[in-house]
């Protein structure tokens, strides 16, 4: 099983931004996306690239949210603008050999330990 290693959480006021990266054990790849889940929520996608390179992101986020793929440094990277205190949650990089839809979390089966975002209003 690949070993993910997330990084980039904190805490920040509405507004401001945030970076989270995520390093796996083998290659970055399509395949991997991005999670969160916050007190008392179920697990949500918040954007996540499909197997054949495909990007999708979850509603709430679109415009604001960016993921991108470094291969230089074998890196995910979701880069989150415009932070709001409902984006407050544990964030889970994820990845899988046969994603055809990137917000599904049952078509993924190596996880990170998460890493929490903070916003304040």
């Known amino acids: 099983q690949v070993r993910l290693t997330e990084s980039g959480g904190g805490s920040v006021q509405a507004g401001g931004s945030l970076r989270l990266s995520c390093v796996p054990s083998?290659?970055?790849?399509?395949?991997m996306g991005w999670f969160r889940q916050a007190p008392g929520k179920e697990r949500e996608g918040v954007a996540g690239f499909t197997m054949f390179g495909t990007t999708h992101y979850a509603d709430s986020v679109k415009g604001r949210f960016f993921i991108s793929q470094d291969y230089s440094t074998n890196t995910l990277t979701l880069k989150m603008n415009s932070l709001k205190p409902e984006d407050t949650a544990v964030y889970y990089c994820a990845k899988g050999s046969w994603v055809t839809q990137g917000l599904n979390a049952n078509q993924y089966n190596s996880w990170g330990q998460g890493t929490q975002v903070t916003v304040s209003s």
């Open positions: 083998d290659s970055v790849s399509n395949g």
